[in-house]
C-alpha cells in the first residue's frame, strides 16, 4: 500500500538545523511532484517548499527561502528538507505530500518545535 513516512523531526534551539526525510512506497515516486507542508497549532496547514519530479525545479515559501532546501533521490523514493537558521515560528508539524493530477498522497507528519 501506499506509504510516506517521515522522520528527522524533534527539539531544536532557534538558529539550529534540521532534515526531514520522508521515505515513500507503494507507487512510483518519481511520477509525483513533492512537497513539504507544515502546520503549526491553531493554524491552517501551509506549503513550505515543493520539487518537480525529476528535481528540476524547486519552489518555497517567501518565509523559509533562503534557509531551507528540499531535494529528492528517486533512486531511493526519498524526498528531503533541510532546515538551517530556524526560528521559533517553524514549530509545527511538518508533512510530506506527493502529487499528480490523479492521486495525492500524505504522510503522517513530523514535529518540528523550535525553542530555547
Known amino acids: 500500500q501506499v506509504q510516506l513516512v517521515e522522520s528527522g523531526g524533534g527539539l531544536v534551539r532557534p538558529g539550529g538545523s534540521l532534515r526531514l526525510s520522508c521515505a515513500a512506497s507503494g507507487f512510483t515516486f518519481s511520477s509525483y511532484a513533492m512537497s513539504w507542508y507544515r502546520q503549526a497549532p491553531g493554524k491552517e496547514r501551509e506549503l513550505v517548499a515543493g520539487?518537480?519530479?525529476?528535481?528540476?525545479?524547486?519552489n518555497y515559501a517567501d518565509s523559509v527561502k533562503g534557509r531551507f532546501t528540499i531535494s529528492r533521490d528517486n533512486a531511493k523514493n526519498t524526498v528531503y528538507l533541510q532546515m538551517n537558521s530556524l526560528k521559533p515560528e517553524g514549530t509545527a508539524v511538518y508533512y510530506c505530500?506527493?502529487?499528480?493530477?490523479?492521486?495525492?498522497?500524505w504522510g503522517q507528519g513530523t514535529q518540528v518545535t523550535v525553542s530555547s
Open positions: 520539487i518537480t519530479r525529476a528535481g528540476g525545479s524547486t
Open positions: 505530500d506527493a502529487w499528480r493530477t490523479v492521486a495525492d498522497y
